[in-house]
């Protein structure tokens, strides 16, 4: 995280009132210069360890997480997201039924503004790798957790990308075991125009075909078709100020 501090309170606490309680919890921050180191010290004495330093970019500050984590199960929640109080309860009961899977997460989740005000819900049915790779290369990161016995040692994520590392990390993952959902909604994405998924325009694109390509995708995938419409859709509003949308389709919830 960096320079988060207007969300990153209200995000610690989603955390931190689980109502699961063995939650080891590490906060890293990009050695912020708003609030935000202020209010990690605030809650430094509830957490599990805090790094507060330079990093690389945000797929380096979070494998600086989960390097840390000792747990069964590890995820990542980003500092303008929150989780919802049953979230890692119903994860767990879930990896209790399926210790195989190597990603356990919500279908459903909940679209907030900056104001944390609810503005939509959407469902995503991810049965297994292909339909990454072929129909639909949506993933929710927010709530979603991997079974650490794939992830460390050698599926952490890949510290070159910046917009799409978790969609490269589930594509990874899933060649080691199947994916569990729960109906949800188990977490919330902070949906506003300054976020790095909406401001990354054609470089977010070439990321993500770049990763689909890597995994078996060609031009007649929908996924690429998706990203192409989306740079176009941009590009047209950009240039004339037009709004233009060609399906009810989001990318990632990085």
Known sequence: MYNQGEYLEETINSVLNQSYPNIEYFVVDGDSKDNSISIIEKYRHRLHGAIIEKDNGQSDAINKGFKLA???LIGWINSDDILYSDCIKNIVDLYLQHPEASIIYGKKIDYINSNSKKINSKT??????????????????PGSFYNSKYLKPNNLLNEKLHYC?????????????PIVSHPGPLSAFRSYSTNKTATGNTKYSKER?????????TILSKPVWYSYMRDFRKSIGLNFGLKIKFRNWDPDLS
């Open 209 to 217: 075909r770049s990763i689909l390509y890597k995994n078996g995708a």
């Open 124 to 141: 995503f049915s991810i049965p297994n790798k292909a339909h990454l790779v072929h129909k639909d290369s949506s993933v929710v990161q």
């Open 165 to 177: 590392m978790d969609l490269d990390l589930w594509l990874r993952l899933l060649n080691h075991g």
């Open 70 to 72: 000792t747990g069964e």
